[in-house]
T-cell receptor, first 109, second 115 residues
Framework: DAKTTQPPSMDCAEGRAANLPCNHS???????VYWYRQIHSQGPQYIIH???NNETNEMASLIITEDRKSSTLILPHATLRDTAVYYCIFGGSQGNLIFGKGTKLSVKP | DAGVIQSPRHEVTEMGQEVTLRCKPI?????LFWYRQTMMRGLELLIYFNNNVPIDDSGMPEDRFSAKMPNASFSTLKIQPSEPRDSAVYFC?????????????FGNGTRLTVT
């Protein structure tokens, strides 16, 4: 079973920030949090990952709470092309990630 | 970087036939993963390899499924005999295991339809 909890769907206005929450209360100290997204009919695309510090790259920012039990993925200026299913995952010392159902983000004009 | 390459992109076959799906991981990556995606069950991890060695195949649904990785640049997932319930999109992913937190890179999948 998936070990993270995400809202099944969210809407966001184009040009606004999209904030996607994730609960991962059972994460252990050395496990990273990963975010992927999947645009219809394509393979999952890696977005960002982090351990305990906030991270930022060209795609998004990742905010991890101090207790590491939850995180938020931030798309600073959402576009229509960001419409996708977003997966929050952790775990697998071998890199084997177990995907849940994710959050379906709809960016609307 | 060509990314993870899967073939074929689409496969339609009749029940009972053998199906072979192919994957070429990103050069230099030493871990390879096979996932299956359906509407009902989402993304499921079937099996993964480290340095060409199968590590965990507990996700393989039945003995009809088998996977091999004869070398670092090629893997196959075989279904024999195929059944309609095997219809799904099959994804291959690879990562570089030198850093245990390396992300997975996915191919664009093979859409399998078994009639």
């Amino acid at each position: 079973d998936a070990k993270t909890t995400q809202p099944p769907s969210m809407d966001c206005a184009e040009g606004r920030a999209a904030n996607l929450p994730c609960n991962h209360s059972t994460i252990s100290g050395n496990e990273y949090v990963y975010w992927y997204r999947q645009i219809h009919s394509q393979g999952p695309q890696y977005i960002i990952h982090g351990l305990k510090n906030n991270e930022t790259n060209e795609m998004a920012s990742l905010i991890i709470t101090e207790d590491r039990k939850s995180s938020t993925l931030i798309l600073p200026h959402a576009t229509l092309r960001d419409t996708a299913v977003y997966y929050c995952i952790f775990g697998g010392s071998q890199g084997n990630l177990i995907f849940g159902k994710g959050t379906k983000l709809s960016v609307k004009p | 970087d060509a990314g993870v390459i899967q073939s074929p992109r689409h496969e339609v076959t009749e029940m009972g036939q053998e199906v072979t799906l192919r994957c070429k991981p990103i050069s230099g990556h030493n871990s390879l993963f096979w996932y299956r995606q359906t509407m009902m069950r989402g993304l499921e991890l079937l099996i993964y390899f480290n340095n060409n060695v199968p590590i965990d195949d507990s996700g393989m649904p039945e003995d009809r499924f088998s996977a091999k990785m004869p070398n670092a640049s090629f893997s196959t997932l075989k279904i024999q005999p195929s059944e309609p319930r095997d219809s799904a999109v099959y994804f291959c992913a690879s990562s570089h295991r030198r850093n245990h937190n390396s992300p997975l890179h996915f191919g664009n999948g093979t859409r399998l339809t078994v009639t």
